[in-house]
C-alpha cells in the first residue's frame, strides 16, 4: 500500500470506529447516498456458479465466513476482541472460521491464526477522503475475497459484525445463498441518543439495512434488545441476547514497557481504559479530579486509550492544573493494560452510553474493585456493593462517593473485588459464549433446509 493511503486509513482509525461520534470527522458526507455499484454486483453475481467442484471442505466441517473491519493486531475498538475471543472460541468447539478484515497497509495478506484463516483486504477506495467511500470500498474488496474463498470452502453461514461490513454481508448472503447472521455492537442511535446529521442518518440507515436482511440478530445484553427493538421495531424473537467474553491472561508482572508509564511512587492509582469519545464520559473524571485532589492528594488517575477526544482532553488537564493528577497515556498493550489493572488501587468506567463493557469485565477479572456508570448493558454484569459498584452516568459526586467507599473501607473493597474475580470467572468464557452462538447458527441453518425442503416439493 503507498504512503499515502496508510495515512488516509490512519485518519480513519483517528476520527471513526464502531465507540465514537462521527461529528469530529473533518471529511464531508458524499452528497449522494454511498451504495455498492450495482454493475459491479451484477458482474460479481454472475461470475459465481455454485458446482460441486468448488466445494473442498468436507460436509461434517462447520464453516463459518466472519466479516469484521478490525481484528488483531489492527485494533481500533472494543469489535476487534470480541471477533477475536469469539473466533477462537468457534475454533475450539470444532469449527472452521474464516475471518475477512481490512488491512492497515502493514500487515500480511493472510495469516493462520491457531488455525483460523484470516485474510486481509484492502478497500479497492484506498485513497478515498471520504470515509463512506472508503468503507464502500472495503466491502467490495470482501466481497470478492469471499467468493474466491468460496470455490474452496463450504461455508455454512455468514456472521458480520456492525454496520461497517453490511454491504458485504447482504450481498454474499444473496450470492452464496446461505444465511446471515449479524452481531450489533452499538448502533449510531445509541451513541449520539438520537440521529441528528446527515451522516448519522445514513449510518442508522445501514444499520437497518444489516438488520432487516439478518436471519438473526445476536446483542450482548437486555439493554441492547431494548434499544434494537425501540429503535428499529423489529420482533424480539429476532434477536439472541449473547454476552461478550475475556480470554484468561497470565500477567508477567515488572513488565519493562511500565517503564513508559506515569507511575508516581507511595501514591495509588485509580485506572480507566477505553476509546476516548464522548460516550465514555471521561471528562466526568476529569470533574471528579478537580474536586478530589486537596481530599485525596495521594491519589492519581491514569485513562487508557486513543479516540478523537484525546487532544481536547489533554488540553483541558493543562488549562486546570490536573497534570500530575489526571495522565492520559493513549494506547497501550494487553501486556501493559494487564500489568496496570494488577498495579491499580482500583478501575472506573464511567460511561454515558454502553452496550456490554468487556473493559470492566477484564478489571473484574483481574480482581479490582471496579466501580462503572449505572448504564446499558453494564448494569447486568454488576451487582452493587457485591461484585462491583455504581455510579450515576455523567455525575462527578457519585463516582467521588463509591470511590472513597473503597478507599474508606479497605475489607469490603478486597471482598467485592475477590466476588468480581469470582463471577466474571464463572460466566464469561469464550467457549461458553462459542457454544450458544453455534446453537443460534445451527437453528438458523436447520430453519432454512426446512424452507428449501419445502420450497422444493411445491
Known amino acids: 500500500m503507498k504512503k499515502k493511503q496508510i495515512e488516509n486509513f490512519s485518519n480513519w482509525d483517528k476520527h471513526v470506529s464502531t465507540y465514537t461520534y462521527y461529528e469530529n470527522n473533518p471529511y464531508s458526507i458524499c452528497e449522494q447516498n454511498i451504495h455498492l455499484d450495482n454493475s459491479f454486483i451484477y458482474r460479481v453475481r454472475n461470475s459465481y456458479v455454485k458446482t460441486n467442484a468448488n466445494l473442498a471442505g468436507q460436509d461434517d466441517e462447520f464453516s463459518i465466513l466472519l ?33 475477512i478484515t481490512a488491512n492497515p497497509g502493514d500487515l500480511e495478506v493472510f495469516e493462520e491464526d491457531e488455525s483460523i484463516q484470516v485474510y486481509r483486504v484492502e478497500s479497492v477506495h484506498a485513497e478515498a477522503k471520504d470515509f463512506l467511500v472508503w468503507i464502500n470500498g472495503l466491502n467490495m474488496a470482501m466481497i470478492q475475497k469471499a467468493i474466491e474463498l468460496s470455490y474452496q470452502y463450504d461455508f455454512k453461514v455468514i456472521h458480520a459484525h456492525d454496520w461497517l461490513v453490511g454491504d458485504s454481508a447482504v450481498i454474499l448472503k444473496s450470492i452464496l445463498s446461505i444465511p446471515l447472521i449479524s452481531t450489533i455492537h452499538a448502533t449510531e442511535f445509541g451513541r449520539n441518543n438520537g440521529i441528528h446529521t446527515e451522516l448519522q442518518k445514513h449510518i442508522h440507515e445501514k444499520e437497518h439495512q444489516l438488520i432487516s436482511n439478518s436471519d438473526q440478530i445476536i446483542i450482548c445484553s437486555r439493554s441492547m434488545k431494548e434499544e ?19 480470554e484468561k491472561v497470565q500477567i508477567a508482572k515488572h513488565c519493562k514497557a511500565l517503564s513508559n508509564m506515569p507511575l508516581q511512587p507511595n501514591r495509588q492509582f485509580i485506572l480507566s481504559i477505553g476509546r476516548i469519545v464522548k460516550e465514555k464520559g471521561f471528562d466526568t473524571l476529569i470533574e471528579a479530579a478537580i474536586r478530589m485532589r486537596d481530599t485525596y492528594p495521594e491519589v492519581y488517575f491514569i485513562i487508557a486509550g486513543k479516540g478523537p477526544m484525546l487532544d481536547e482532553y489533554k488540553k483541558q488537564v493543562e488549562l486546570l492544573n490536573l497534570t500530575d493528577y489526571v495522565f492520559f497515556v493513549g494506547f497501550i498493550t494487553e501486556e501493559v493494560k494487564n500489568n496496570l489493572l494488577d498495579a491499580c488501587t482500583m478501575a472506573v468506567f464511567p460511561s454515558k452510553y454502553e452496550p456490554f463493557g468487556i473493559v470492566a469485565l477484564e478489571a473484574m477479572r483481574a480482581g479490582i474493585p471496579t466501580i462503572v456508570s449505572k448504564v446499558g448493558g453494564l448494569t447486568e454484569i454488576i451487582s452493587h456493593l457485591n461484585t462491583g459498584l455504581f455510579m450515576l452516568p455523567g455525575d462527578a459526586g457519585s463516582f467521588i462517593e463509591q470511590a472513597s467507599f473503597l478507599f474508606e473501607n479497605e475489607q469490603d473493597a478486597k471482598r467485592i473485588a475477590q466476588n468480581g474475580k469470582s463471577y466474571v470467572e464463572k460466566n464469561f468464557s469464550w467457549d461458553t459464549i462459542a457454544l450458544k452462538t453455534i446453537k443460534v447458527m445451527e437453528s438458523i441453518i436447520n430453519h432454512q433446509k426446512k424452507l428449501d425442503h419445502q420450497s422444493m416439493l411445491r
Open 228 to 246: 434494537l427493538m425501540n429503535v428499529f421495531t423489529i420482533k424480539g424473537t429476532q434477536l439472541s441476547i449473547i454476552p461478550n467474553g475475556i
Open 67 to 99: 466479516l469484521a473491519w478490525e481484528y488483531p493486531p489492527h485494533l481500533i475498538g472494543g469489535l476487534a476482541k470480541h471477533v477475536y475471543g469469539l473466533a477462537h472460541g468457534l475454533q475450539r468447539q470444532g469449527c472452521r472460521v474464516y475471518v
